[in-house]
């Protein structure tokens, strides 16, 4: 019996080039939708040049669709490039400011002895460690030891790595680890695609406002705001995740986890195997 695996003959993250085509749907069908007679003479004017059926037509739309939604795609993948820059230079400039060391020296000189408690004193106390437990949270640390756990046991397990000294949250060799290991969680890959896709429809309708005037409605209006909103909301929401000190200790876990119990079953596939070569040696 021949057995065929379409999972290796379809490119990997094909779905991900592909999703391009639903800005440019979108797109194209708000035009004929808007301006009907124009979509009409397209028809008729490819029509004349290419005899072409209604099922080559109907491939020629997604096709035509697909390449003008990859640049509406492309666009909101700088967009979200441009928002996560912006979340990180907004963190960086509380870390080098309220967040400095410095700062929190001259703070404490400020405090003086015994602590001073004015307003001033009071405020600017709050906004200092508002900013240094941006960076690290005490509430993290549980977080932070179930990740160093599943970390030891990864390395253990998947590469014969074995490190038996005790924890140290801040030592930098355990910051390697804990970015290069584990599986990327396909919640966030999903995110990730659906919040461009929507941030790439509401592009296409803004841009589709101009193309045709007919457009200019407010229903249309609205909903093309709505995509647009959704698909920003969507990037920062993601954003910060990556910042939040609990929820990235937290998705770096569950994807340290996902790995792990990957490399736990085909250890453990790999020893019944053996087992069993064994058993069968033994009775032959």
Known sequence: ?????????????????????????????SIAIGNPHFAASVISRVREIYPFGPYALLALFLASSLLIGQGFFLTAWIAD????????????????????????????????????????IRMLGRLIFWARGREFSFKARPVLKCLHVAVRRLLKVQYGIDRNYGLQLDDSEWGVWYSALGK????????????????????????????????????????????????????????????????????????VLLELREATNITERRDSESVTVAIEADKG
């Open 1 to 29: 019996m021949i057995k065929i695996d379409l999972s290796k003959a379809i490119l990997p993250r094909l779905g991900t080039y592909l999703l391009g085509i639903i800005p440019g749907m979108f797109f194209e069908s």
């Open 81 to 120: 490039l441009l928002i996560t820059f912006a979340f990180l230079l907004w963190r960086n400039a509380i870390r080098v400011t309220l967040g400095s060391q410095w700062l929190y020296r001259c703070f404490g000189k400020l405090q003086g002895i015994p602590p001073k408690q004015n307003i001033f």
């Open 184 to 255: 990327p969680l396909k919640g966030f890959q999903e995110g990730y695609m659906a919040s461009r896709t929507s941030l790439g429809c509401g592009l296409a309708g803004l841009t589709a406002l101009y193309a045709s005037p007919a457009l200019r409605g407010k229903y249309f209006i609205a909903l093309s705001l709505i995509f647009t909103f959704a698909g920003c909301f969507g990037t920062v929401d993601l954003v910060r995740w990556r910042i939040d000190p609990i929820k990235r200790s937290m998705a770096r876990l569950l994807s």
